[in-house]
Nanobody
Framework: QLQVVESGGGLVQPGGSLRLSCTTS????????IGWFRQVAGKEREGVSC????????YYDDSAKGRFTISRDNARNTVYFQMNGLKPEDTAVYYC????????????????????WGQGTQVTVSS
């Protein structure tokens, strides 16, 4: 089963930073657009950002703009999600997934258009 693996989550104080990673050993991620999502307990999973195979970047969550940066390192077959200035409301399980439709990011992140979901990584922002 195709699946990516997320890592890098943890407990951080407000204002702190974390860098999440998304990778897989089973195929080349550089052929795909990759999205980062987050899910707050009891709420629906929502798209935050996406990076296309040509490194085009889209941020779908206004709260992420200016604080979070998505990037990719094709040599390491890894997509990163750098999160700075973390706030308690950023607390969630963060997931990455492959966009199944095309190599560029979509206009909106529809969950069913993404696949190879990982297990997620917990990010907790608390003092």
């Amino acid at each position: 089963q195709l699946q990516v693996v997320e890592s890098g989550g943890g407990l951080v104080q407000p204002g702190g930073s974390l860098r999440l990673s998304c990778t897989t050993s089973r195929y080349n991620l550089d052929n795909y657009a990759i999205g980062w999502f987050r899910q707050v307990a009891g709420k629906e999973r929502e798209g935050v950002s996406c990076i296309g195979s040509s490194h085009g970047v889209t941020y779908y969550d206004d709260s992420a703009k200016g604080r979070f940066t998505i990037s990719r390192d094709n040599a390491r077959n890894t997509v990163y999600f750098q999160m700075n200035g973390l706030k308690p409301e950023d607390t969630a399980v963060y997931y990455c997934a492959i966009f199944l439709i095309q190599k560029d990011c979509p206009a909106s992140m529809t969950l069913s258009d993404f696949g190879a979901w990982g297990q997620g990584t917990q990010v907790t922002v608390s003092s």
